[in-house]
């Protein structure tokens, strides 16, 4: 039987043909010709998953999107990783991973970060690419030709998540990225055994900080994060008169003016006088207003404080959280918020305390909140409504 002519064939027959194939196949038809790699690019719908890793080599992980998940749906991930020549000897070129549905795919090169970095041209000309990236155990200058090859990548525009653990000896390379990387980012999650760190620049706009590890977050590193829109910060070093600090800034608009969520725990006995003295702060009883944040979870009442734009930043003190805004506020809810309200009656405080209102339902029953703290913290809250 005589070799089928794929580029004889009108597009859709080939089309169809191509969109067959696993992404190994895909990749390795582009690479013949700059025409095989435009068929391809022409060719593909699906979207492709993509993750990057530094350890005993350079490893590219690809799915093709949906595939990427904890259950195996059928030999989709392919890992291309990146050698020297001189493993060339001791390593498969193809290694087949029958229990968890997966490909590994040796490359060799005597320059291999420039083999990773052509393959990931490749991948982005064929591909509609999401990107993840780990940046653990890379080599400063390695680091650097990632970051320039990104900022110079015209199709990709959002790294989904970035993977950080900090060290004692890794701090510079945080910087480095944070300094120097010009797209914008979803998440960054950062992992930490050090609490005793300079203040970081941010140059790219981020949707989402989370930190697990030491506490580290002091007011200046807070404050510093310009370009940050949420953050989830754990255990901090953050004091009651370094959260009033915070919210005076915001309030006059010095600081984090794209916020809109900042949690975290502040390593204090909570004084809440403290916190909002000098703010103009109103305190809105939960029985007033109810006002949602992703989705479903719904805050009633809070503690309204206005920037000097217009825009509210609630801090969410005498608040109840529901899932719905047509729940019923429990009764012990209510009678916490009048107990607090007269604890606050004579004091030379500048907060306002609302009253009661009539739209929102109040229930006989009871709500019992628990709070999963880290020991002696307090949960710190503030959200920017849109």
Not at 68 to 95: A, C, M
Not at 112 to 139: A, Q, R
Not at 236 to 264: A, C
Not at 319 to 326: I, L, R
Request: net charge negative; with cysteine.
């Amino acid at each position: 039987m005589s070799p089928l002519p794929l580029l004889r064939l009108p597009f859709l027959p080939l089309q169809n043909i191509i969109q067959t194939w696993n992404i190994y196949e895909i990749y390795h038809f582009a690479k013949v010709s700059k025409r095989t790699k435009s068929v391809a690019r022409a060719a593909v719908r699906k979207p492709l998953d993509i993750s990057l890793t530094n350890g005993e080599c350079f490893l590219i992980k690809t799915s093709f999107a949906g595939n990427s998940g904890i259950v195996p749906r059928g030999p989709e991930t392919w890992l291309f990783e990146l050698r020297d020549n001189s493993e060339r000897d001791n390593t498969d070129s193809d290694v087949y991973n029958e229990k968890d549905v997966y490909h590994t795919l040796n490359l060799f090169s005597d320059n291999p970060l420039l083999l990773f970095l052509d393959t990931l041209k490749l991948l982005f000309e064929v591909f509609n690419c999401s990107i993840t990236i780990y940046w653990i155990g890379w080599k400063s200058e390695d680091m650097r030709q990632v970051i320039d090859w990104m900022n110079g990548c015209d199709k990709l525009t959002t790294i989904r998540n970035v993977h950080f653990s900090l060290n004692i000896n890794n701090q510079m390379t945080l910087s480095l990225f944070l300094e120097t990387f010009q797209k914008k980012l979803g998440r960054l999650i950062m992992y930490s055994e050090v609490s005793d760190i300079a203040p970081l620049k941010f140059s790219m706009e981020i949707e989402r900080l989370s930190y697990y590890g030491a506490r580290w977050v002091n007011l200046p590193i807070l404050m510093s994060m310009n370009t940050c829109k949420r953050f989830y910060l754990g255990a901090s070093l953050l004091s009651n008169q370094d959260i009033n600090v915070f919210l005076r800034s915001w309030k006059e608009g010095k600081s984090n003016s794209i916020l809109e969520v900042l949690h975290v725990y502040v390593p204090d006995q909570e004084d809440w006088k403290a916190i909002l003295n000098g703010l103009g702060a109103v305190v809105r009883h939960p029985t007033k207003v109810t006002r949602c944040y992703i989705n479903n979870l719904w805050y009633y009442g809070g503690v309204d404080i206005q920037r000097v734009d217009g825009k509210i930043g609630t801090v969410m003190w005498t608040h109840y959280v529901g899932s719905n805004e047509h729940e019923k506020i429990p009764r012990n809810i209510i009678e916490e918020f009048e107990k607090t309200k007269q604890e606050w009656v004579g004091t030379n405080s500048d907060v306002v305390f609302e009253e009661k209102g009539n739209e929102i339902q109040v229930s006989d029953e009871e709500k019992i909140i628990e709070q999963h703290l880290p020991e002696n913290c307090f949960n710190f809250t503030f959200v920017v409504w849109k």
